[in-house]
């Protein structure tokens, strides 16, 4: 933060300017948990020695993971608190400002949203983009883009297929991909999080649309496991975004009123 250093600047197919943000805690955690910096590499959800020397010592590597890990654990409690909210984490507009889930009472019924950071952090000041989003709406409308990748066939094949996979490999993801839909229904809440958390990077809402913006790789390793797959629990599943890995899902809602609500 000091030394005013920030993350890379790419556009997306779209045309959506990322990156050129302060490292937020996420992609710290991120770039702390890279196996890279002690000699490694990754294979899928494999690590294995590279041929590149390490320039972290792994004392020191060790040390650092035992203390994040410490971190996790009194966040824990906290984070469960907020699991009922599928997107926890996930949703930013196209500056990079995130949205925390909150709540309100009107009439005795409980309303949820998810309210910009920025705006919470500076109350009196007067924004241009989005600041309250409906939860319910916005769940629903990712929650239904997502389902309807998973079911088509040529979606599925066209961006999940490798070049030199065979038929009866990519024949095996579209049916992993269809049967994950089929089960989505049956998971629990905090079970839908933490599957979501595994694989989406990033949901960014913008005026006209929402892009849904996930890892290719993460998203195989969930359809190859299939049932045998449990996703881990993530404190900061903001991550950061690699291009060549990124498979981007776009929502068009027009938004019809800055504070609350969004015409599909």
Known sequence: MREKIRSKVWLTKAGTRLGGNPFARGALYDLLQNRLY?????????????????????????????QMSGNRKKRHDHI????????????????????????TFKKRRRYRYYVSQLAIKNPATKFNGPIRLPAREIENRVTEKLLSFLKSDAEVFDRLGAAAES???SGQLVTAARKLALRWPS???????????????RIIVQENNIEVLMSRADLRQV????????P???????QSIHPDDLICLTIEAKLRAQVVKFTW
Not at 82 to 90: E, I, K, N, V, W
Request: proline fraction near 5%; avoid cysteine.
């Open 80 to 103: 469960r608190e907020r699991s009922s909210s599928l997107l926890t984490g996930l949703l930013a507009d196209a500056n990079g400002n995130r949205f925390t889930p909150s709540f």
């Open 232 to 238: 881990a629990h993530l404190d900061h599943p903001y």
């Open 187 to 201: 998971l629990r809440s905090e079970e839908r999080r933490d599957l979501l958390a595994s694989f989406v990077r």
């Open 38 to 66: 002690i000699g490694e590499i990754r294979h899928r959800d494999q690590w294995y020695a590279g041929k590149h020397q390490g320039i972290v010592p792994k004392e020191l590597w060790d040390k650092v993971q035992a």
């Open 167 to 169: 038929p009866a490999t």
């Open 223 to 230: 359809l190859e496991k299939g049932d045998d797959f449990v």
